[in-house]
């Protein structure tokens, strides 16, 4: 069931690229290399979508 309500962020790291992960995770993560974040977002689909537009945006480079 956690799974329904679990969350997704977008985190972006030093080296420009940004990376979908849980919310827990990057919680637990209190990386200094994160540079910049994104959600939370419902679904990773969602999350998927929105990094797409970072890219488009040229926010995020791609992987």
């Not at 994104?38 to 990094?51: H, K, M, Q």
């Amino acid at each position: 069931m956690s799974e329904i309500s679990q969350k997704f962020l977008i985190i972006k790291g030093l080296e420009g690229t940004c990376e979908i992960l849980p919310t827990e995770q990057v919680e637990q993560k209190k990386d200094p290399s994160i540079v910049e974040r994104w959600g939370p977002f419902n679904s990773v689909e969602e999350a998927i979508a929105r990094r797409v537009g970072l890219i488009r945006a040229g926010k995020c480079q791609p992987q």
